[in-house]
């Protein structure tokens, strides 16, 4: 029988000091001990990626997306070298590997490239030899040699993609929390640990501010029907699996309440009330690469509409420079920003053959006086724009009116 | 009628700080507009190095040579990006390259690799487009793909090979002194940097402790002619030329006065004096990886005698597990050690030519009443070991006795 071969994902946080790798080093050992095969991903340690970024951005506030990724890949390199002398120390073999050495190929889009291919003839190799194997998260290299990143929290998506890759049994996926919450405990007390999510729900909370999971490695997982477990580094407490959808998962109505304080709101005023136009605002937008959430048009009285829409906070700066340009093209009156707004959001697969679910969410918040700002909805999601100072309570108000907490 | 192409290495010191990285850049870009193609080669930023050893011994005393590779070889991964965006940043196109990405082939010697092919075709390419090349230093890779380092300098020894393999017009290594002194000029006031010295003068010199240069970079350079440019990171002087041995340098009796207070004296007493028993033991040491330099058998009356050899004081506590085998296996009557040793030197081409040089050596140490402990002599060399205490007052006596200050 061939063995069974697990993949681990250990997050920055796990590794910040010697003494947490050492501690990781154990755990992957347990492992090895158990009869598996195990392939560690790991980030880099602590908060060393941002620490090479303020270095980056001391020297440039538009730096070359090929240099910073040449700069912040070393971050896992540092990590995975130092976690394989912790299990050499303990005893096991092992050995570690780059994304370049290891065959993560990626597009050239540096700072955020998508893996295409990976090749795992040398992993399996050295797994063969009895060793533990550790792989550098977050980065790949092009067809060129030349490194890349996968962007924020890439090394989830390393590690669902090397369990893809090598058909690993079990995907696990170590963080500082012991799993997916149904509200974020530090805003909500008693907010209960989740024993099962459907992709499509860990998806829409990853995208709307759980900071648990890259929402790209959730989006891959689900495509190859690979079950994750998201669990606490330094606890033996089981996690939160996430899987697909099972019908015991439809009788829930509501699964999480999600906050996401990191976006900014744009309108545009005195939109010329004219066929197409809000296509051309958005087509332009769009060529530069700004993402943008959640859209509302005022309706028009006088000839002319506002637009309104959010995007990531940090992408304000270089978004206004193109809204500008935007505003004149189209001959619009002028254009405001507010950063002071947070997004709450209720997600649950259940809210597919159930109805309510928005009218007793727009309760709740209104007997709170929360005023709503704005509103988008999916198949299985509501979110709301409230004022930022607001969300947290929010929050409490929505995980009560859903009755998420501990029972 | 072909670019003119200089390679330009930067050793740590020449890179510390955001501050320093934006002066050598500036530098950089003064040549490209001179119409030189230029190639610069990295060191990690100041510190880092000894940084990250001292993680990995945190770990483990003895960690994976292999995982020590891939530990350290990020510093000048971070090095060579933020010099690029230095470059970007002042307006010019740059593009950085760890050893992999770059074809620098090596043996599988971790920690001490030796470069073995460069595959320079990605330089050339990049050249032929304009931009800057910068090349992480220190660092190769094998055949399979593992990252290896040169050994501690080993940065000059990457500038050289590439030199070498892209045929450049000029090698200029840049450090925090502007040149090759007659003496170190913290120990002697009147030291004077030296317009030209030969390769053999050199490499004589960075072996016996003037830390200037790699020695195994002098090797190299020598080997295939390429003349080297020592000079200062943050000055426009003209520094020293390393070159091929010219008649005027004959005339030099002596061309500089080293100190090396690396090494500790080792002694095997009452070894049985019997044919080939010295061969025994030094082939023993030999094989455990120790290097030997200097080695003295006194004369025996008993029918034993002592053996004296140093070694560089940080491999001592190695050695003398392995001597004490040694000295079993020979049946010697036990061992001493002492670390209180320094070794000071003088160099010179026309020692070949003139007699007389050793006389005068012990005299200027005789006068100041230092006391000689060990000799050895070489074709260009002469050798002397004192007490570790009265080192520097040697070198300051024997910079005058061979007249070497400025005038």
Do not use: W
Request: glycine residues 8%; contains cysteine.
């Amino acid at each position: 029988m061939a063995k069974k071969l697990v993949v681990q994902k250990y997050g920055g946080t796990s590794v910040e000091n010697i003494e947490k790798i050492m501690i990781v080093a154990k755990k992957i050992i347990s492992y090895k001990k158990k009869g598996y095969d195990v392939v560690a991903v790991v980030s880099a340690l602590g908060d060393t990626t941002d620490e090479l970024l303020g270095l980056a951005s001391r020297i440039s506030k538009v730096p070359s997306e090929r240099e910073l990724d040449m700069l912040i890949s070393t971050g896992e390199q540092v990590s995975m070298a130092l976690l394989a002398m912790a299990v050499h120390k303990l005893g096991k073999e092992a050995i570690s590997f780059t994304g370049a050495q290891v065959g993560i190929i990626t597009d050239t889009s540096h700072t955020k490239a998508r893996i295409i291919a990976i090749n795992a003839r040398r992993i399996h190799e050295e797994l063969k030899k009895g060793k533990i194997v550790i792989v550098a998260g977050f980065q790949g290299v092009t067809l060129a040699q030349d490194i890349t990143t996968l962007g924020r929290g890439g090394s989830d998506t390393t590690a669902v993609a090397l369990a893809k890759a090598l058909k690993a049994d079990v995907c696990e996926i170590y963080t500082d929390v012991d799993g997916v919450y149904t509200a974020n405990p530090r805003i909500v007390k008693n907010a209960r640990k989740l024993d099962r999510i459907s992709y499509e729900e860990m998806l829409e909370m990853a995208s709307l501010g759980a900071q648990v999971l890259q929402a790209r490695s959730v989006e891959l997982a689900g495509k190859f029907n690979i079950p994750l477990h998201v669990r606490g580094s330094f606890s033996e407490k089981q996690g939160t699996f996430i899987t697909k959808e099972v019908n015991a998962m439809e009788d829930v109505l509501v699964s999480g309440v999600t906050l996401n304080k990191n976006e900014a709101k744009v309108t545009i005023c005195d939109v010329p009330d004219k066929p197409g136009i809000a296509g051309r605002i958005f087509s332009q937008i769009a060529k530069n690469n700004i993402n943008i959430d959640m859209i509302i048009q005022n309706v028009s009285r006088t000839g002319s509409t506002d637009v309104s829409f959010t995007v990531i906070a940090s992408d304000l700066e270089r978004a206004l420079k193109t809204i500008r340009k935007v505003v004149k093209n189209v001959k619009a009156g002028g254009l405001t920003f507010d950063r002071g707004i947070a997004k709450v959001s209720v997600v649950g697969i259940g809210m597919r053959s159930h109805s309510g679910v928005a009218a007793r969410m727009f309760k709740a918040l209104a007997k709170k006086k929360i005023n709503i700002e704005m509103i988008s909805t999916s198949e299985i999601k509501i979110s709301c724009v409230v004022r930022k100072k607001r969300g947290e309570e929010a929050v409490r108000a929505l995980h009560k009116a859903f009755a998420l907490g501990r029972k």
